[in-house]
C-alpha cells in the first residue's frame, strides 16, 4: 500500500512539473510534422528549417512537407534547396498563390545561384509555378498519417490552414479539410501574436504589440483562429525577441562546407555582428520537444484574433489555446538548444560546391 501511495505521489509531480505534458508523443515515435513557413521573409525560417532537420536526423520527428505563405516563385526553390542540403529533397512542398509579400525577399536568389555554372545549392524544383498547391499538400499528407499524430507548426501567415479547413471533399480524401484535421491533427505549434507588451522603438514605452504573422493577412488569420478545433500552442512575439541567435555560432559553426545555405541566408538578411531574435525557431522546438520545460506555459484560454490584426487572450478552462513563457533562467539552455541544432551538420555527405576539394 505504501508502495502504490509513493508511486501515486510521484506521478503527481510529474504532471504539476509537466502540465503540458499531455501534449507529447509516445518517446519511441517521431512525430509526425508539417511545416507551413513564410520563408524568405526572414532568417528564422531557414534556422527553423535546419533544426528540424537536425531533429529528424536525431529520430525526434519525421517532416512530412513544408507548405510556402510567401507568393513568390523562389521561395519553394529555396525550401527544396535546404531540404536537398539535408538529403531530404524529397519531401513535398506546397505553395499559396495568395499575393502576400510577392517580392523575392533577400536570400530565396541562393536558389538559383550558381558556381561554375551549376547549383550552389542543388534542387529538382525550379519554380514555385510547378510545385502543387498548399492545400493538395497538406491533405495528402493527412491523408496518409495515422489518427491524431500529426503536429502543424506554422511560423508565416494563416493562408495555407485557413484554406486547408475550409476545403471540400476531393480525390484525395472524402473528408473535408476541418475532418481530416479533426481526425489526424495531434497539436498546432504557431509563431503569431503577442502576450506581453513591447517596448516603442523610438520611445521604449511597452506597448500591445501587432504581430507581423497576424496583420500582414488578418483576414486568413481571423478565419483560421475562430475555427481551428485542436489545440495550440502560441509562441508570442515575446519569446524569439528575448532569445537571439549568437552571431557568432553563424561566423563558427557552419564552416564545415564552403557554402552553407542557413549561414549565407542569415547574412544576406542581416550580416553578422547582428544577433536575429529567434521567433520561428521557438515554435519547432516546443513543437517537437513540449515536455523538456525550456518554456513555461499559460493556462488554458481563447485566443481571439481582432478586426485590426491585434489579439487577445482570455483565460478558460478547457480552452483551446495556451501561450509559451519564458523565464529569465530558462534562456541559456533554450538559447544552447535552438543553436546546437540549428548548426548541426547533415547526417549524410554533402555534396562539394564547383571547385571545391
Not at 227 to 242: D, Q, R, V, Y
Not at 275 to 284: E, G, I, M, N, Y
Amino acid at each position: 500500500m505504501k508502495r502504490e501511495l509513493l508511486l501515486l505521489l510521484l506521478l503527481s509531480s510529474v504532471s504539476l512539473i509537466l502540465p503540458h505534458a499531455s501534449f507529447a508523443a509516445e518517446p519511441s515515435k517521431p512525430i509526425p510534422l508539417i511545416f507551413d513557413t513564410d520563408i524568405g521573409n526572414d532568417c528564422d525560417d531557414v534556422l527553423a528549417l535546419a533544426m528540424i532537420h537536425a531533429l529528424q536526423s536525431r529520430g525526434e520527428c519525421e517532416l512530412l512537407a513544408v507548405t510556402i505563405t510567401k507568393d513568390h516563385e523562389l521561395a519553394a526553390p529555396f525550401a527544396d534547396s535546404v531540404n536537398t542540403f539535408y538529403g531530404r529533397g524529397d519531401i513535398p512542398i506546397g505553395v499559396c498563390r495568395s499575393g502576400v509579400t510577392p517580392e523575392e525577399g533577400k536570400f530565396n536568389g541562393l536558389a538559383s545561384e550558381a558556381d561554375g555554372g551549376q547549383l550552389r545549392y542543388p534542387h529538382d524544383l525550379k519554380s514555385g509555378k510547378q510545385a502543387p498547391s498548399a492545400v493538395d499538400v497538406l491533405r495528402k499528407a493527412l491523408v496518409d498519417a495515422e489518427d491524431a499524430s500529426v503536429v502543424i507548426c506554422q511560423v508565416g501567415f494563416s493562408t495555407n490552414l485557413a484554406d486547408l479547413i475550409e476545403s471540400p471533399a476531393d480525390d484525395i480524401s472524402p473528408l473535408t479539410g476541418m475532418e481530416l484535421v479533426k481526425q489526424k491533427v495531434r497539436l498546432f505549434s504557431v509563431m503569431a501574436a503577442a502576450f506581453a507588451k513591447i517596448p516603442d522603438r523610438k520611445t521604449g514605452e511597452p506597448k500591445l504589440y501587432r504581430e507581423y504573422n497576424v496583420f500582414k493577412d488578418i483576414p486568413a488569420a481571423r478565419r483560421l483562429f475562430s475555427k481551428w478545433p485542436t489545440p495550440i500552442i502560441w509562441s508570442g512575439f515575446e519569446i524569439g525577441l528575448n532569445l537571439t541567435y549568437p552571431h557568432e555560432s553563424i561566423e563558427r559553426d557552419y564552416g564545415y562546407v564552403a557554402h552553407h545555405p542557413v549561414a549565407e541566408a542569415y547574412v544576406r538578411y542581416i550580416p553578422p555582428p547582428h544577433d536575429r531574435p529567434t521567433w520561428d525557431l521557438t515554435s519547432v522546438l516546443v513543437a517537437v520537444r513540449p515536455d523538456h520545460n525550456y518554456f513555461d506555459i499559460s493556462p488554458a484560454g481563447q485566443v481571439t484574433v481582432l478586426e485590426d490584426g491585434y489579439t487577445t487572450f482570455e483565460a478558460k478552462e478547457g480552452g483551446r489555446d495556451r501561450y509559451l513563457i519564458l523565464r529569465d533562467d530558462q534562456k541559456a539552455r533554450a538559447t544552447e538548444a535552438l543553436t546546437l541544432l540549428s548548426s548541426e551538420p547533415p547526417h549524410v555527405q554533402v555534396a562539394s560546391s564547383p571547385g571545391e576539394r
